[in-house]
């Protein structure tokens, strides 16, 4: 993971500590969190917290935050400069953003869809960095369900 997030800052990302941003599913959650949480041996020093929830990291690069994402393929971990990542509206000539299309009559009722397209504009591809993770078979997981 730290080979990953040095490729993205040394082609330019994950400079701004704010959006510093670490994007993975269910599985590789549950993962950083057995690392960073588990294996290092932390525990919760206060009495009225029963777990923990890993929401960000100190790395070699700094703060990092860490998104939970169910749209995230299972093997892929995504570091990303939230910073530029925005909404890209398509104009539609004469048309706007968005707008209202009338749809087919259906008897005396008039029906209408709105309509509209947005993109992701994802500035340097550069910097951001994709991990494809091997999972693991079905031989290979626990049988305890941990």
């Known amino acids: ?35 960073f949480i588990k294996d290092a041996g932390y525990k919760e020093e206060t009495r009225n917290v029963g777990g923990v929830s890993l929401q960000t990291i100190e790395t070699d690069f700094g703060r990092c935050n860490i998104m939970l ?3 995230v393929l299972k093997d892929k971990m995504l570091v990303l400069s939230l910073d530029q990542l925005a909404p890209r509206f398509l104009e539609i000539p004469g048309k706007g953003h ?20 947005i993109g992701l504009e994802y500035g340097n591809e550069k910097a951001h960095a994709v991990l494809t993770v091997k999972t693991p078979t079905v031989t290979e997981q626990p049988s305890n369900g941990k």
């Open 1 to 35: 993971m730290l080979d990953l997030m040095q490729m993205a800052w040394d082609n330019g990302g994950i400079r701004e500590a704010e959006t510093r941003t670490i994007v993975v599913n269910s599985d590789l959650k549950r993962a950083l969190t057995r690392i």
């Open 69 to 71: 994402d169910s749209l």
């Open 98 to 117: 968005f707008f209202v299309e009338p749809l087919a009559k259906t008897g005396a009722s008039d029906k209408v869809q709105l309509y509209g397209e």
